[in-house]
């Protein structure tokens, strides 16, 4: 293997492995060229010999390439968290996950965060979104770490003003929160500007920790800056039934009347959407993250993903931070539809694997901005792949 990381670090190579997965399915007989971190080739081995043969090829028997699963929605500052996830009640972000990452200095963002993204290369993810409200000090120490570590990020910043205490923000208040926003989300566009594995976006918790000016305004920066939009949407009960209560619309409905949907924004987790709700989602273009892990661990509901894929909703698939295992990830993914949609309708198949293994490589690129770089084997799209030893237990069906 020292062979073939020597080779990968030369910038200029051709793999012939067993098997490689493309959008069209498992392609036998082909090679990956690559050059300089980007595919300059991918097709039959015959027609790359005949077009280039004085160029070596490295032999990769019994290994199949494949796209790196892209982790559509995580929060790196939650490692010294992950153990007592699970068991935890819905509402676990109020009690640890706020206090916990208030507490960081941007030693401890960086230690997190790179400890995640260690984790995360070692499951199979080759880039990661994340979802904080960040410093620009703390944002730095998180791209430090994705530098270091080698690994693409869609890095955050954004603003977060609570509106569910008895003191809500007067109209300076807010005011001053959008301008304050807008100053950081600008100097965030141009610390990534020059990072050829970051990309900035910024985000808002979810319906309850912005009024709708705010969450406007940072979704229309978003829009004309071609920048990606986050935040949580129709994740729990408590977030629903406290929108209804306020503005007498659901969090997505609220985020439409606001201007927070369409191509440039990510709804992370939806869970507790309507099908009228779908229909804003699909009509609008807008992105979801399918976190079924999160909703297996701490959620109020699983996703309805498979009528995402039968209604044409672009979505993701990602972690919520529980754990950076790819493999088990689409497991997951499969397994929380079955048992929430499948078994009463005597759906076998749910959506069967290519469903599930296209979200969480070609979909998660789509969802998160970079569609058009990565997330699938493709000529001119960044080389982001794993190689996988098709001998081994977690890729050998029994």
Known sequence: MDSYVELTQSGNYVLAPELL??????????VLWVQNGEIKFLGPRIDFEKSNPAVSIAELPGRAIIPGFIDAHTHLGQAFGKAITGGE????????????EGSYDANAVYVSAKWMFLEAL?????????????????????????????????STTGCALPMEHDLEPDKQQINTAIDSALIRAEAHVLACRDESLITPSLCVPSVQGAPGVLIQ????????????????????HVEVHWSVTKYGMRPLEFFAENGAVGRHTLHH???????????ILRNTQSG?????LASAWKGDRAAPAMAFASRGVRFGIGTDGTRSDGLKMLEAAE??????QGMQLADFSCGAAWTWIDAATRGSADVCGLGDITGELRKGFRADFLVLDREQPEVLPS
């Open 288 to 292: 979801v993250s399918y976190n079924p």
């Open 21 to 30: 997965l493309t959008r069209l399915g498992p392609q036998y007989e082909h």
């Open 269 to 279: 987790h939806c869970s507790l959407v309507t099908d009228s709700e779908i229909e």
């Open 89 to 100: 009640p819905a509402q676990i972000w109020r009690r640890i996950w706020i206090p916990l």
């Open 122 to 154: 070692r499951g199979g993810f080759t880039c990661i979104s994340n979802f904080a409200v960040l410093n620009e000090e703390k944002a730095a120490a998180v791209q430090q770490a994705a530098s270091d570590v080698g690994i693409r990020l869609i």
């Open 217 to 236: 305004e940072l979704s229309t920066f978003c829009a004309q800056n071609g920048v990606l939009f986050q935040i949580h949407t129709n994740e729990h």
């Open 335 to 340: 397994t929380v539809q079955r048992l929430t």
